[in-house]
């Protein structure tokens, strides 16, 4: 099949990579649909992930073709990332999430979704509601780790929120907070993607203020040292960014101001596919590319790139 492949130091494109089997917790066989590029995508090529090589991508919307669970069938799914081990603590505890043993498709001991088929845990399954439409869910992770702040940071209306970044998280980040009639700030680098915040937020490409919230979604490791800054004394700064290399932050101001710190990664899905299909977040256009042409797809400036099969 093809499949777009991270060999430990690039990516290659190839047309005989083997179909995968079903087996252990992988009981369900997926045809890819669409799958989409991420930040974490390109940070994986720059090293993010030393030990990881193999199929790369953990964003798509695919088609259930065979599963242990016979009602997915024919259906179109979405996938929670994490699988995990099912026995260890954090297992046990109810941190899956964090197993020690966990399998992340496109970054750790599993391939991803650049590829024709993908093998999966069928437990992590959602199944997209008919009446959205593929491009639209494609959008449903990003979506699910916008919703995983309001799960752990308690931001009332009244209280302004930044938002570090104009990217597609921070676009999804923005109108999660904002739909709860919390004022929202973006601060991002490019004016042309600042528009498209408008309707939700104010925004600007010079950071200054103070807020209780601020969250840095800016894929970089740059913007933290403002990020910081911008934070009052005893407010919180979420931190959704994963990248590549550290940043360097003078860590007394966060002692000193006693400033909380969060991180934060993967969302729920069913509130996601709620949103999406009731119409409550704005989702860009996905500009869909052939895996061949996977080159076009990282470089591509739109606002959301991906692969059509
Ligand atoms: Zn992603
Ligand atoms: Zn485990």
Redesign the pocket.
């Known amino acids: 099949m093809k499949a777009l492949i991270y060999d430990g130091s690039k990516a290659v494109y190839r047309e005989d990579y083997p179909m995968p089997a079903l087996g252990g917790r992988e009981r369900s066989l997926i045809k890819i649909l669409m799958s989409a590029v991420?930040?974490?995508?390109k940070e994986v090529i720059k090293g993010y992930k030393d030990d990881f090589s193999g199929v790369m991508g953990?964003?798509f919307v695919g088609m259930v073709q065979e599963s242990d669970d016979k009602k997915l069938i024919g259906r179109r799914v979405v996938a929670e990332l994490n699988s995990g081990c099912g026995e260890c603590l954090y297992c046990r505890t109810g941190r899956m999430h964090h197993c020690t043993d966990r399998k992340v498709p496109g970054m750790s001991n599993k391939d991803g979704c650049f590829a024709e088929y993908m093998s999966y845990d069928t437990s992590l399954l959602h199944v997209v509601p008919d009446e959205i439409p593929t491009e639209k869910a494609i959008f449903c992770?990003?979506l699910a780790?916008a919703l995983e702040i309001s799960e752990l940071v308690h931001m009332p209306p009244s209280q302004k929120v930044a938002v570090m970044g104009d990217g597609r998280l921070a676009y999804m980040i923005a109108q999660v907070v904002a739909a709860n009639g919390t004022p929202v700030k973006v601060f991002g680098l490019s004016e042309k993607k600042l528009k498209s915040f408008a309707d939700f937020a104010e925004t600007s490409t010079t950071p200054s203020g103070d807020f209780e919230t601020v969250i840095d979604a800016t894929g970089s490791p740059l913007a933290l040292a403002t990020s910081i800054s911008l934070t009052r004394s005893k407010g919180t700064l979420v931190l959704k960014s994963s990248y590549a290399g550290n940043a360097e932050v003078n860590m007394s101001e966060i002692v000193v101001r006693e400033i909380r710190i969060v991180g934060s990664r993967c969302g729920p899905f069913e509130p996601a596919l709620n949103l999406i299909r009731r119409g409550l977040v704005k989702l860009p256009d996905i500009e869909l590319h052939g895996l061949k042409d996977y080159e076009a797809a990282f470089t591509s400036d739109a606002f959301k790139a991906g692969f059509t099969f």
């Open positions: 991420c930040n974490t995508d953990h964003e992770e990003p780790a």
